[in-house]
């Protein structure tokens, strides 16, 4: 079955960096759109970045040219490189297949905090 496992999180200070993983297993990654979402404190889960399985990226206004996503097709992970964090960007973040829309991995907790 589909699993997704999200790491790579931290505490940052304000205009750090972090980079995000996701190893993906139980379906056929590779022909396979994917998403980052974020959940902050307090607030339901929203959409980050998405990445189809051509290789299109798409991102939120807020995290446009700080936050990039990428994929590796032949080890299924999905990255987020997360560039000038900053506390607004606090939150568990969460590797997502739409097509499972009920499957949710851990997530992986991102603090950005002086």
């Known amino acids: 079955q589909v699993q997704l496992v999200e790491s790579g999180g931290g505490l940052v200070s304000p205009g750090g960096s972090l980079r995000l993983s996701c190893a993906a297993s139980?379906?056929?990654?590779?022909?396979?759109?994917m998403a980052w979402y974020r959940q902050a404190p307090g607030k339901r889960r929203t959409l980050v970045a998405s990445?189809?399985?051509?290789?299109?990226?798409d991102y939120v206004d807020s995290v446009k040219g700080r936050f990039t996503v990428s994929r590796d097709d032949v080890n299924n992970r999905l990255y987020l490189q997360m560039n000038n964090l900053r506390p607004e960007d606090t939150g568990v973040y969460y590797c997502?297949?739409?097509?499972?829309?009920?499957?949710w991995g851990q997530g992986t907790q991102v603090t950005v905090s002086a």
């Open positions: 990445m189809t399985a051509n290789g299109a990226a």
């Open positions: 139980g379906f056929i990654f590779g022909t396979s759109a």
């Open positions: 997502k297949l739409p097509t499972a829309p009920n499957y």
